[in-house]
């Protein structure tokens, strides 16, 4: 077991009726919180020795300190399940799944859904082979604390090999239990605040052995939506222990094309300086792929948190009419869509512009900025463009990356600037990305925008290739020599491709560190290593088009002692 994890310990029976048991209950019968660090304070002796049993208690809960306790695996006849129960630094309300006097916290449905999934890249088991099936939770863009897996299987089909939990985004293990006898699974595991927010967490690797030939999946997760003790769970961080799981499914994919990515919004419009008088304009935004989008005038709202549906969404043309518009006014809407597959934006795109009030440059207010280019889509290839803008008068500006930076903090200064027109040469666009550039102007007389102008635009991904590269040959495995210094990661893809890895299994556009030979098929880096350590590195890779590996190849060995 990974060193980093703790493992509770059971305390014993006559703790619990004596104690904590006791306590908890006869608090929560009153309607009353129970005094946390009274429950946990050991009970002594006449002669002031701990007995053997609260020693034991201590020694299970030392190093987790005020922020986090958990208690166990203590079996009651009268009760139907195990009680757990999770403590968070306060702020992580008590978590019970128990059914004696009904004590669970309901289900909450909500949009989107939170989906608990057995993921496997095979249909076909052959008998005598080993498979490794995953559990994983789509969160809905929620954080959650805590998360139980309940799942089923046919013992005269498969045997379980291993349980794996070391590599799960839940590093807290309550319970890892395989009972055979039954053909049933119970993980339960936790993180304290601020949770896990993710569609694709790890709650658990299942390695399996097929006994006999057999289709379909091993595993079949066991959920009634009635929020019972026997079910599995996934728990808010609300400070209300509210399991928000509302869906379970088996899904049969290969990691090299599963859909993890999110759409690319672009080529929002309208943009600049509308003519005055203008009431109504059609807010537009394009995807690379089907999608639904919403909008609001909110920055960094959650998808499932905007109230604005676009009119006409669901391809990849997005629609939906702004009335009521104001000369003189500025506006900011800010998207988000989600793709068929659930995948949602995690930050804005945002579309801005205005309406002029007829006079051109306003004091304070900076030049009216009135065309743009490019916009839209370019042609897959484009590696170069020339930003332009026009503005009402003379003006000098600026761009930046990044939104909401004033006009004196923006270091990237137009080439050509100082009149009408002002435009700048931008290079190592790649294909199937999308681009935003933030421009500010100042005229004359020191007067300078306030808000940001937005230039949108992006790359196509190529020539019809949707396809992420295939990765294979990862080395080094096994044990290296006692005496290893320096190891070379290694792996090879079918096409050209960049490739990144770390330490955990984040998406490819999280990873941080990029293997220092990569562009083409094979690609290596050398990592620093120790004598009697063992190391674990994820790998993912993105083809020229932008398709990158919804997968990972793990790279796993051992330097001899």
């Known amino acids: 077991m990974d060193p980093k994890r703790k493992k509770i310990i059971p305390a014993g029976r006559r ?21 946390i660090k009274s429950l946990f304070k050991p009970k002594k002796m006449e002669n002031n020795k701990q007995r053997k049993i609260d020693q034991t208690v201590a020694s299970a809960t030392q190093g987790l300190g005020d922020q986090f306790a958990l208690i166990s ?39 989107p859904p939170v989906i608990m999934s057995v993921v496997t890249d095979t249909d076909a088991r052959k008998a005598g082979d080993e498979y490794t099936d995953h559990i994983l939770l789509d969160t809905g863009t929620k954080a959650a604390v805590a998360v139980q897996a309940i799942a089923t299987y046919d013992s005269a089909k498969v045997q379980i090999v291993s349980i794996d939990d070391s590599t799960s985004d839940f590093p807290y293990e309550v319970k890892n239990e395989d009972d055979s006898e039954n053909g049933k699974i119970f993980v339960a595991l936790g ?49 209300n222990g509210t399991n928000i799981l509302t869906q379970v499914k088996n899904v049969v994919t290969s990691p090299s094309v599963t859909d993890s990515t999110p759409p690319i919004v672009s080529g929002g419009s309208p943009s600049g300086t509308l003519s005055s008088g203008t009431a109504s304009t059609t807010l537009r935004v394009l995807t690379n792929e089907n999608a639904t989008c ?21 391809g990849k043309n997005h629609t939906s009419s702004l009335t009521s518009l104001e000369d003189g006014q500025a506006y900011k809407y800010y998207v988000r869509c989600k793709d068929t597959a659930g995948n949602v934006n995690d930050s804005d795109y945002t579309v801005s512009f205005s309406v002029d009030s007829g006079g051109g440059s306003k004091t304070g207010d900076g030049p009216a900025i009135t065309k743009s280019s490019p916009s839209g889509e370019l042609a897959a290839g484009t590696k170069s463009i020339t930003l332009k803008i026009a503005t009402s008068v003379n003006a000098t500006c600026k761009y930046s990356s990044s939104s909401e930076t004033s006009y004196s903090s923006i270091k990237n200064t137009f080439s050509k600037t100082g009149d009408k027109v002002s435009s700048t040469k931008i290079d190592g666009l790649e294909n199937g990305q999308s681009y935003n550039y933030y421009v500010r102007c100042q005229d004359g007389s020191g007067n300078a925008n306030t808000s940001d102008y937005v230039v949108s635009f992006s790359v196509a991904g190529g020539s019809g290739d949707t396809t992420p590269p295939t990765m294979s040959d990862p080395s080094p495995s096994g044990s290296l020599p006692a005496g290893t210094t320096e190891a070379t990661l290694q792996i090879h893809t079918n096409e050209d491709a960049t490739c990144k890895y770390g330490t955990s299994s984040l998406l490819y556009n999280r990873l941080t560190n990029t293997f220092s ?12 290593v120790e004598s009697g350590k063992s190391y674990k590195y994820y790998v ?22």
Request: proline share 2%.
């Open 540 to 561: 993912r890779c993105q083809d020229e088009s932008g398709n990158a590996t919804a997968g990972f190849v793990l790279i796993s060995f051992n330097v001899g002692k």
């Open 517 to 528: 030979t990569t562009g083409g098929k094979d690609h290596s880096t050398k990592v620093d």
């Open 191 to 239: 993180k304290p605040t601020p949770g896990v927010n993710s569609i694709t967490a790890k709650v658990v690797d299942i390695t399996v052995k097929a006994l006999t030939d057999f289709s379909g999946s091993a595993l079949t997760l066991k959920f009634d939506s009635t929020a019972a003790v026997d079910d599995s769970a996934a728990i808010e961080d609300d400070g």
């Open 294 to 314: 919403k909008y609001g005038e909110t920055k960094d709202n959650a998808y499932s948190s905007m109230a604005n549906d676009f009119t006409n969404t669901g």
């Open 15 to 35: 703790y619990l009726q004596q104690g904590f048991f006791y306590n908890f209950f006869y608090n929560l019968k009153n309607k009353k919180m129970p005094d």
């Open 73 to 111: 695996r203590k079996e009651v006849a009268a009760w139907k399940a195990y009680l757990i129960v999770l403590f968070v630094g306060g702020f992580f309300a008590a978590i019970i799944f128990t059914a004696m006097n009904s004590w669970y916290v309901g289900i909450k449905a909500d949009n």
